[in-house]
């Protein structure tokens, strides 16, 4: 139970703190940049701050030092395979979690910005962070197991998000303004 508590509570700390700040931040962030003459200033800044909401509280977890296994997968789908025998449970905390990792950002990144708004574009910025998340866990020597198939995982997870929004960004952009 005290893993389970060390894994989740961390982001339920977290996300908690971020979801009371970000109203006032979003209000904020909006009236800001509605002074500064900026062309769409609630729709980014909800999308800014929904990335750091729905982002943080992942990567404080990910970051968090832990007394599991530790150190480095490079071979793409090997630590996926070795999950093939284990319960489903963990099966699905680990996969289901490194999906949604990135999944506020893949999902509001094209939101925000029309540079942005493609899946491969957001694969690029996932991969980046996600990568560099896997890093520092290493480097840091936080007793986490760095590995490159959380990096695909969490790529995947930003990627799925975006197609389940491109309805709502797909369009907002002009035409030839969207990246393929």
Same mark, same amino acid.
């Given at each position: 139970?005290?893993?389970?508590?060390?894994?989740?509570?961390?982001?339920?700390?977290?996300?908690?703190?971020?979801?009371?700040?970000?109203?006032?931040?979003?209000?904020?962030?909006?009236?800001? %940049?509605?002074?500064?003459?900026?062309?769409?200033?609630? %729709?980014?800044?909800?999308?800014?701050?929904?990335?750091?909401?729905?982002?943080?509280?992942?990567?404080?977890?990910?970051?968090?030092?832990?007394?599991?296994?530790?150190?480095?997968?490079?071979?793409?789908?090997?630590?996926?395979?070795?999950?093939?025998?284990?319960?489903?449970?963990?099966?699905?905390?680990?996969?289901?979690?490194?999906?949604?990792?990135?999944?506020?950002?893949?999902?509001?990144?094209?939101?925000?910005?029309?540079?942005?708004?493609?899946?491969?574009? !957001?694969?690029?910025?996932?991969?980046?962070?996600?990568?560099? !998340?896997?890093?520092?866990?290493?480097?840091?020597?936080?007793? %986490?197991?760095?590995?490159?198939?959380?990096?695909?995982?969490?790529?995947?997870?930003? !990627?799925?998000?975006?197609?389940?929004?491109?309805?709502?960004?797909?369009?907002?952009?002009?035409?030839?303004? !969207?990246?393929?």
């Amino acid at each position: 139970m005290a893993h389970t508590w060390e894994l989740w509570g961390n982001v339920i700390i977290a996300g908690t703190f971020a979801a009371l700040l970000a109203a006032p931040a979003t209000v904020a962030l909006s009236r800001r %940049r509605a002074r500064a003459g900026h062309p769409a200033p609630l %729709r980014t800044a909800l999308a800014d701050v929904g990335i750091v909401v729905g982002t943080a509280p992942w990567i404080w977890m990910i970051l968090t030092p832990s007394d599991g296994p530790t150190g480095v997968g490079l071979v793409p789908f090997r630590d996926l395979a070795d999950l093939a025998g284990a319960p489903w449970q963990t099966v699905f905390v680990q996969v289901g979690g490194n999906l949604l990792v990135f999944a506020a950002l893949g999902a509001l990144l094209p939101v925000r910005s029309p540079a942005l708004a493609s899946p491969a574009r !957001v694969a690029a910025v996932a991969a980046a962070f996600s990568a560099t !998340v896997e890093a520092l866990q290493y480097a840091l020597r936080l007793g %986490r197991f760095s590995s490159v198939d959380d990096v695909l995982i969490n790529t995947a997870g930003a !990627v799925i998000f975006s197609l389940v929004t491109h309805r709502w960004w797909a369009g907002r952009y002009p035409a030839g303004t !969207v990246p393929q």
